[in-house]
């Protein structure tokens, strides 16, 4: 793979880390990473964005470049539209992205929210790049409660549009995860019919460089240059079995 492109099911939901996390375990692995932002939203001039951070946390072997950058924390084609900038098309993403290809042997290319949010007026998203480029996507997804449903419909808009969808990264793992979480793990699979490709503790992006470089590769699977072992980390947090609610207006035997 030269081109992979990270995505996610929503917003806010750990795609940068993940990005940085990829990158720090293929440049652990011996490749040579580039990371690609399309369009940075919600951050001022002079304010570092998700590119940058994903230089901080892999290390400055990343090669760190953004085609775009508006003001507003909205979808690229909404905030282009509202400051008066111009917006991207899928082909200059494209483009770039092979370009920083030529000489790099992995390009991560960072979306911004969801799959199928508009870069432009005619309606064009992530998916047409990645389209263009033959890319594989990996999907970002939450733990929580919903999780299922918007990974699958993930999962079901890559298939649609031919694209491979590479596996599922957990963003943000709890360290206290509930009943919900625990049983997603198991069914993210099996309802998005995409491999479990990692899990990214949450509070990640707060350790020091050093530390998040050191540990990246232990969050992420071998197809991401990683040590990660899905069924190890399954059993490890395979939900609690079922207890039967007691009736109300009853009370356990005595002695119990």
């Not at 793979?1 to 996610?8: A, H, K």
Request: charged residues 15%.
């Amino acid at each position: 793979m030269s081109v992979v492109v990270v995505s996610g099911t929503g917003t806010e939901i750990g795609k940068t880390v993940v990005t940085s996390a990829i990158a720090a375990a293929a440049i652990a692995a011996g490749r040579s990473v580039a990371v690609l932002k399309p369009a940075q939203t919600g951050v001022g001039p002079q304010e570092p964005g998700d590119a940058a951070e994903a230089v901080r946390l892999a290390g400055s072997a990343v090669t760190a470049v953004e085609l775009a950058r508006y003001p507003e924390p909205l979808a690229p084609n909404t905030a282009a539209r509202r400051a008066g900038l111009r917006t991207l098309s899928p082909a200059e993403i494209a483009e770039a992205a092979r370009q920083l290809s030529e000489a790099h042997d992995l390009v991560l290319v960072e979306g911004a929210g969801g799959l199928l949010v508009h870069f432009d007026d005619e309606g064009n998203t992530l998916a047409d790049a990645a389209r263009l480029l033959g890319a594989p996507t990996v999907i970002v997804a939450p733990a929580g409660l919903g999780t299922l449903n918007s990974t699958t419909l993930t999962a079901e808009a890559l298939r649609a549009r031919d694209l491979n969808a590479l596996g599922v990264v957990v963003g943000s793992w709890p360290q206290d995860p509930d009943l919900a979480a625990r049983c997603n793990l198991a069914d993210l699979p099996k309802s998005s019919g995409v491999p479990l490709l990692g899990a990214i503790p949450e509070r990640s992006g707060t350790l020091s460089p050093d530390r998040f470089r050191t540990s990246a590769p232990t969050w992420l699977a071998p197809p991401l240059w990683g040590t990660w072992s899905p069924d190890s980390f399954l059993t490890k947090w395979s939900p609690p079995a079922y207890t039967k609610p007691t009736p109300a207006g009853t009370s356990s035997p005595a002695g119990v």
